[in-house]
């Protein structure tokens, strides 16, 4: 698929993985809507790279939200691309150390976020790419979801994490078997240690000792690699229903 000329819609888009994706996108000739909580750096980055980039602030299981960001991508061009950057999460054991349960309602938040606003974005960004025109082979568009190394292997406190982002894992091969008919890709990137905001409120220190726990490189992984191989994924159209781990070769330990 060409990226160039087409529409695509980065939830989670104002920062970290989301940020750099916009900003890559952006660079190959893509018009951007751009899906956040942080309507303040969403609205900046819009801003910064201009060339119709623009913003809508919201939660990404808002069906609402959804569907306007959509229709703002599917009128600035043929949407084509999907990319689901959006999550948050928590620590938080089944059992914590001083015997209280895990909290329900935090538990309700992580998967409502990160796996039912994934699939929000899908399913809405999925129908109006099939009401676009094909292309060669008959692809329409592109759907790419972030998953994490966590999806495999969970460390402690990550239950709710886990969960999360083991759904999107286990939504890729189904979801890819649905859009099939319409020509649309459905692919997951499961990042391992990633440079992203949350890991840069720690000290250098820190970071440099998580860093030194993969297997080579011996570092944090780039946004910008994510974003690399977002491009990636969209532009080989045999690339289909797949995880793709970016981890620096990274296998958890239990804590």
């Known amino acids: 698929m060409q990226i160039n000329g087409v529409a695509a819609i980065v939830s989670g888009g104002a920062s970290g993985l989301g940020a750099a994706t916009v900003r890559r996108l952006h660079e190959e000739g893509a018009v951007c809507v751009i899906l956040d909580r942080d309507a303040e750096r969403a609205k ?3 801003e910064e790279l201009g060339g119709g980039t623009t913003f809508l602030a919201g939660d990404v299981a808002d069906p609402e939200v959804v569907s306007d960001a959509v ?4 009128n600035s061009a043929a949407l084509r691309i999907a990319v689901n950057c959006a999550g948050i999460g928590w620590a938080g054991r089944v059992v914590n150390r001083d015997g209280t349960p895990h909290d329900l309602e935090v538990f309700r938040q992580v998967i409502n976020v990160n796996l039912i606003g994934t699939f929000n ?3 809405l960004a999925a129908a109006a790419m099939s009401k676009t025109d094909p292309l060669e082979d008959g692809e329409r568009g592109v759907i790419v979801n972030t ?3 966590a999806a495999f292997e969970g460390q402690i406190g990550q239950i709710a994490y886990s969960a999360s982002k083991g759904g999107i894992v286990g939504m890729t091969v189904p979801a890819a ?3 099939s008919p319409v020509g649309i890709r459905v692919l997951t990137i499961a990042p391992g240690l990633m440079d992203t905001p949350l890991l ?3 000290p250098e220190e820190q970071r440099q000792a998580l860093g030194a726990g993969v297997l080579f490189p011996k570092r944090l992984g780039y946004p910008a690699e994510y974003a690399q191989l977002v491009v990636s994924l969209c532009e080989n159209p045999y690339l289909n229903a797949d995880v793709i781990r970016l981890d620096g070769g990274l296998r ?3 804590k």
């Open 71 to 74: 229709e703002r991508a599917a």
């Open 121 to 123: 974005v899908m399913r």
């Open 200 to 202: 840069g409120l720690l």
């Open 177 to 179: 078997r649905d859009l």
């Open 147 to 149: 998953a994490s190394v």
């Open 252 to 254: 958890m330990p239990p």
């Open 44 to 46: 900046a980055l819009a």
